[in-house]
């Protein structure tokens, strides 16, 4: 079992910044593929970013790409997600994801066993 531990939401204005932290306890940090993904007022689940087991590899959605950095610290053993230029649109409940399995898709929910139990996003105008 993976616990996913997740902090640093908050109440931002828009063209703020934010950074999101994971902390992962339960099976080595090293062997698991992470990522978050985010759920807005109304809307479906949708993944955000995920990075390798090695913490070198990246995707993102577009709508993150250029703002939002994800990174992880194996010696820490803990998620980052950095996220600049906020907008409205970014307001979301932020989940952390894991998966100790190979060979499936990044950005399907599906294909993360454990997550966390979300920290709030909320981006003013």
């Known amino acids: 079992q993976v616990q996913l531990v997740e902090s640093g939401g908050g109440l931002v204005q828009s063209g703020g910044s934010l950074r999101l932290s994971c902390a992962a306890s339960?099976?080595?940090?090293?062997?698991?593929?992470m990522g978050w993904f985010r759920q807005g007022p109304g809307m479906e689940r949708e993944f955000v970013a995920a990075?390798?087991?090695?913490?070198?590899?990246?995707e993102y959605t577009d709508s993150a790409k250029g703002r939002f950095t994800i990174s992880g610290d194996n010696a820490k053993n803990t998620l980052y997600l950095e996220m600049n230029s906020l907008i409205p649109e970014d307001t979301a409940i932020y989940y952390c994801?894991?998966?100790?399995?190979?060979?499936?898709?990044?950005?399907?929910?599906?294909?993360?066993?454990?997550w966390g139990q979300g920290t709030q996003v909320t981006v003013s105008s």
């Open positions: 990075i390798s087991r090695g913490r070198t590899v990246t």
């Open positions: 994801v894991a998966t100790q399995r190979y060979g499936v898709s990044w950005i399907e929910g599906r294909s993360y066993d454990y």
């Open positions: 339960g099976q080595p940090f090293s062997t698991l593929r």
